[in-house]
């Protein structure tokens, strides 16, 4: 059982270029967020998704796309980095599924970050 | 969507318990209080969270006044390994589905 893994751990990519950052987690969790964080600053929610083929805006969603096409995985995606976009992003996921119905067991599970660098 | 208000920075000497404020004066009546800390820049990690009732686990308790607009986080016999940002966080609700929003956290320091 690995929890929430995040692909890739670092990354440096130059302004413009594309890339897509993999979360997967094997839980069975309908729930799994995109934060980011800057340095000395709180986690910013980018978007989440409340199940496979959902996805919802958060806090920051501009510059950023998502798909969660099977439940496992969340995949959140820059097509035109900026240096804005400068930082450590987190995944998490939550909840077990409804066919075993809503436990009390409801805490953000997170990944070990990836450090992206836009230059 | 309720906020919470923390103080930035709290020192604490090693073995005496460390208290952590939080301010959600907007909380409403369904939505919970997490506590999360990061130690580095890990991935956060879960501590503890409660409703209405003050709650106790391995780690920590969790102490919620009872107009609910404020909690505090107790860690009784702070060690060096508790040095962390603490997170308190109010997860809401929109449209069935919830969301957890991080504020800037706590940075404490534990002192030897």
């Not at chain 1, 804005?84 to 987190?90: D, E, G, L, N, P």
């Not at chain 2, 390994?81 to 404490?108: E, H, M, P, Q, W």
Request: net charge positive; proline share 4%.
């Amino acid at each position: 059982n690995a929890g929430v893994t995040q692909t890739p751990k670092f990354r440096v990519l130059k302004t413009g270029q594309s890339m897509t950052l993999l979360c997967a987690q094997d839980m069975n969790h309908e729930y799994m967020y995109w934060y980011r964080q800057d340095p000395g600053m709180g986690l910013r929610l980018i978007h989440y998704s409340v199940g496979e083929g959902t996805t919802a805006k958060g806090e920051v969603p501009d510059g950023y796309n998502v798909s969660r096409l099977k439940k496992q995985n969340f995949l959140l995606g820059l097509e035109s980095a900026a240096p804005s976009q400068t930082s450590v992003y987190f995944c998490a996921s939550s909840f077990p599924t409804r066919d075993r119905g809503w436990q009390a067991n409801e805490k953000l599970f997170f990944g070990s970050g990836t450090q992206l660098s836009v230059l | 969507d309720a906020k919470t208000t923390q103080p930035p920075s709290m020192d604490c000497a090693e073995g005496r318990a460390a208290n952590l404020p939080c301010n959600h004066s907007t909380i409403s009546g369904n939505e919970y209080v997490y506590w999360y800390r990061q130690i580095h820049s890990q991935g956060p990690q879960y501590i503890i969270h409660g409703l209405k009732n003050n709650e106790t686990n391995e780690m920590a308790s969790l102490i919620i006044t009872e107009d609910r607009k404020s909690s505090t986080l107790i860690l009784p016999h702070a060690t060096l390994r508790d040095t962390a940002v603490y997170y308190c966080i109010v997860r809401f609700s929109t449209s069935g589905t919830y969301k957890y929003i991080f504020g800037t956290g706590t940075r404490l320091k534990v002192l030897a």
